[in-house]
């Protein structure tokens, strides 16, 4: 007897699923930081502001960085840096910068700035190209399966 394989979305969850625990995902019972930084760099130096306001991930420049919540953020412009002083909370990632689709599973990874979406004016960033297009293939599913597990993780002291 000849089995057929797997339909596409199982072999596409499979490969993402095992693209996460290769990109370093783990389960989020370890503490974590509350914002995913890079040697204190959160987004991996990309600018938060610009995600929205651009339409599309753009590097931020050193010159025009600010801190908050520990963690340094960083604009392609002062004008950038000085709407994100004036109201963070509308331009941060969701989950702390983490992969919004590993949170979804209660798993926490890296992410991509290229892989992203904004969604009710909140802005997600997702591990990679598998990761976030199976993330959008139930976004309000994932994002309430995000929202209610973010708060469960564990996370170390603020900086």
């Given at each position: 007897?000849?089995?057929?394989?797997?339909?596409?979305?199982?072999?596409?969850?499979?490969?993402?699923?095992?693209?996460?625990v290769v990109a370093g995902a783990a389960v989020a019972r370890s503490p974590i930081a509350p914002v995913n930084t890079e040697h204190g760099v959160a987004i991996k130096g990309y600018d938060p502001v610009?995600?929205?306001?651009?339409?599309?991930?753009?590097?931020?420049?050193?010159?025009?960085?600010?801190?908050?919540?520990?963690?340094?953020?960083?604009?392609?412009?002062?004008?950038?840096?000085?709407?994100?002083?004036?109201?963070?909370?509308?331009?941060?990632?969701?989950?702390?910068?983490?992969?919004?689709?590993?949170?979804?599973?209660?798993?926490?990874?890296?992410?991509?700035?290229?892989?992203?979406?904004?969604?009710?004016?909140?802005?997600?960033?997702?591990?990679?190209?598998?990761?976030?297009?199976?993330?959008?293939?139930?976004?309000?599913?994932?994002?309430?399966?995000?929202?209610?597990?973010?708060?469960?993780?564990?996370?170390?002291?603020?900086?």
């Amino acid at each position: 007897m000849i089995k057929s394989p797997p339909p596409p979305i199982l072999q596409l969850l499979a490969i993402s699923l095992l693209s996460l625990v290769v990109a370093g995902a783990a389960v989020a019972r370890s503490p974590i930081a509350p914002v995913n930084t890079e040697h204190g760099v959160a987004i991996k130096g990309y600018d938060p502001v610009g995600y929205f306001t651009v339409g599309k991930p753009t590097p931020g420049l050193a010159q025009f960085s600010t801190t908050y919540d520990g963690a340094v953020y960083r604009f392609a412009s002062a004008a950038n840096r000085d709407t994100f002083v004036a109201a963070p909370g509308k331009f941060l990632p969701q989950y702390g910068g983490y992969c919004a689709y590993a949170i979804s599973w209660n798993l926490i990874a890296d992410i991509e700035p290229d892989e992203w979406a904004i969604v009710n004016n909140k802005l997600y960033l997702n591990n990679g190209f598998f990761a976030q297009k199976l993330w959008s293939l139930d976004k309000s599913g994932n994002i309430a399966k995000g929202d209610q597990n973010w708060p469960r993780v564990p996370k170390l002291a603020s900086r």
